[in-house]
């Protein structure tokens, strides 16, 4: 059977940091994030009986070494859930720039879990299906549910899992995004996390920052909630650039919109907010009614600029919609 799927790449804005678990992707601890549309990954899979290998092709080029190793333990668990041991071909296409701090593999895994499992005819719930996408990415788990969602560390399946928060601010938040790119090692900063001098800090806060962002984001607390995410980007980048490799995403761009940001904030009282994840590249948090002249001030920084709504939960896309 052969499937498609969509799903929007995720902005953190509690972020996850480490993993327990390499394999199984689990993290240290929770994570809440908000889905950026339009941007999208879609993907389409089939399992074939006629294919000797597996085929894996994102934005047109066939996949190896670490990267189809990634998609891999996400299809042989679906296939391992369906009993089945049929070779799989796998598109998937990205709507927007990859590996400059945008979520790409988030979006990217979350449809191809929600493709294979239904093209692997499983039943599951949008959770259950988050644990598939976790296999790839942590991150992706949180752009199954969608909007603004919440991944729960866990040792298992069974705890480990994504559940989306319902919150006002999904009709109120716009977001514009900052391209800065440059070459980041995402997968290498988490495998050393927990090395950090910063990291035990780091945990010994993230509980009392999930709690918050949980309570503001239902109470529909604009600038409470993305407050806490500028502060969190910040406790973020110091325990990276303080572990063993000494990772500095940020280019002279970055801190330039940073300061934009809190000029609009400070000086022209725009509610306004930055965010980064694991990347130079930058999220720009505001209101609707204050959007152009954001969107205005950050291409003024000399970046190209995209401007996202909040995006809703992985989908299953219609048959004529296939990759292929």
Known sequence: MKATAKAHPIQGLVKYHGMRDEELRLPYHDSISVCTAPSHTKTTA????????????????SVTGRAAERVELVVDHVRDLAGIDTRVRFHSENSFP??????SSSSGFAAAAMALSEAAGLDLSLPEISTIARRGSSS??????????HLYAGLNDADCLSHSIESDLED??????????????????????????????????????????????RNAEFDRAFELAEHDSLSLAATTMTGPAAWVYWQPKTLEIFNTVRRLREEEDVPVYFSVDTGASVYVNTK???????????????????SWEVGGPARVLDEDEALF
């Open 46 to 61: 089939e399992f074939d009986d006629s294919l000797d290998v597996d085929e894996y092709v994102i934005d047109g080029e």
């Open 98 to 103: 990859t590996n400059i701090g945008f979520g």
């Open 140 to 149: 992706a788990a949180r752009a199954v549910t969608g909007g603004f969602s």
């Open 172 to 217: 109120e938040l716009r977001i514009v995004g900052a391209l800065v790119p440059s070459y980041k090692e995402t997968e290498e900063a988490h495998r050393e996390a927990a090395e950090s001098h910063l990291f035990e800090g780091r945990l010994a806060h993230i509980h009392e920052q999930i709690a918050t962002m949980r309570d503001a984001l």
């Open 288 to 306: 609707a009614d204050y959007v152009a002249e954001v969107e205005s001030a950050i291409a003024d920084c000399g970046v190209e600029t995209r």
